[in-house]
């Protein structure tokens, strides 16, 4: 099971040891990079409401036509 995620000199995605599709080589530093970005994204979106920034907090005006 492991070597289904670890392969040495192939490409960033690699078959699925079972099902249909890919997975990530573990193997490729580019699937690290893909996962700090994912990783990045989740936390920035399960930031606590206490942590507001300045320009979120102050109302902005809309003016339409």
Request: aromatic share 10%.
């Amino acid at each position: 099971m492991l070597s289904s995620y670890w392969q040495p000199g192939d490409e960033m995605l690699v078959e699925k040891p079972f099902g249909i599709g890919y997975t990530l080589n573990l193997a490729n530093w580019r699937s690290w990079v893909a996962l700090a970005v994912v990783g990045a994204l989740l936390w920035q979106e399960n930031r606590g409401p206490g942590e507001v920034t300045e320009s979120e907090d102050e109302p902005v005006e809309v003016v339409v036509d």
